[in-house]
């Protein structure tokens, strides 16, 4: 199976971590150039919805969609250059055997943040398991998606950041797809855990604090807080009548034992 990392000419550090963290687990990846939104003026009329970070990153992301279609392996892997990889990564990357055969994709990171999974958890190998993925799980630093998914997604006319179309089951681009999560994730984006010791910041995670904070939402009234948590528990009520759960997905750098 293919691993493929995007990175940024002008962003030699994040190469020097990437590949770093690679040959830790003694995988090989190919270096996927990312398109860069500083050399490009035309995105706002490409996308006005979205920003010129995030239209680069979708745009890199689909060249790396375009080279799975266009391959012969029925899986390739796709990475972000800020990636912290699990110790046990290697054996997982080298061999797509314990993919399933009916996945689209199975995202392999985590932004640890509570999404819904199906109970129904399957083993896999080195003590990871798969769960289908049914809830929002946002990051696109680390997935595997099929040929066939591939040959999908560089064919639409996609208008949302890469990690909402391929993980935001609200979207078509997503609910199409057969979506499983690796548990515990395989990777993590650098900033999430180590942003002051690395200094390897997001730019997307940044743009996307500035949109929270300028969209920042009025403070609720006790009736609205009562409304969001009776849905909350309804939502929950729901999910278990169809065998699924809220769950944060784990990350663990060293899986004991292995």
């Known amino acids: ?15 020097a971590h990437v590949t770093a963290e690679f040959a830790k687990i003694g995988v090989s990846f190919d270096r996927v150039p990312a398109v860069d939104a500083l050399h490009r003026r035309d995105f706002a009329e490409t996308s006005p919805s979205l920003t010129a970070t995030e239209v680069a990153c979708l745009m890199s992301h689909k060249v790396c969609w375009k080279i799975i279609a266009d391959g ?3 899986f390739g892997a796709i990475f972000e250059d800020d990636v912290l990889l699990c110790e046990a990564a290697g ?10 055969a009916d996945a689209d994709v199975v995202k392999l990171e985590t932004y640890l943040r509570k999404t819904v999974i199906a109970m129904k958890r399957t083993s896999v190998s080195r003590g990871f398991s798969l769960a289908r993925l049914y ?19 560089i064919t639409r006319n996609l208008d949302a950041p890469a990690d909402h179309v391929i993980f935001d089951p609200s979207l078509p681009t997503s609910s199409s797809k057969t979506v499983y999560q690796l548990l515990p994730a395989l990777c993590v984006q650098n900033d999430l855990v180590r942003e002051k010791a690395s200094g390897l ?21 006790p009736v609205e807080k009562l409304v969001v948590e009776t849905r909350r528990i309804a939502r929950q009520i729901f999910d278990i009548c169809r065998l699924r759960r809220e769950k944060t997905i784990s990350f ?5 034992g292995i």
């Open 1 to 15: 199976m293919k691993c493929m990392v995007i990175n940024l000419d002008r962003s030699p550090d994040r190469l």
């Open 72 to 74: 012969d392996d029925a």
């Open 91 to 100: 054996p997982m990357l080298s061999d797509d055997g314990w993919v399933p």
């Open 135 to 153: 809830g929002f799980h946002i990051g696109s630093a680390g997935y595997i998606v099929s040929k066939r998914a591939a040959r999908d997604l």
């Open 201 to 221: 910041t997001s730019l997307l995670s940044e743009e996307r604090l500035v949109k929270s904070a300028s969209n920042h939402a009025p403070k609720r009234s």
């Open 252 to 256: 663990i750098r060293s899986i004991p």
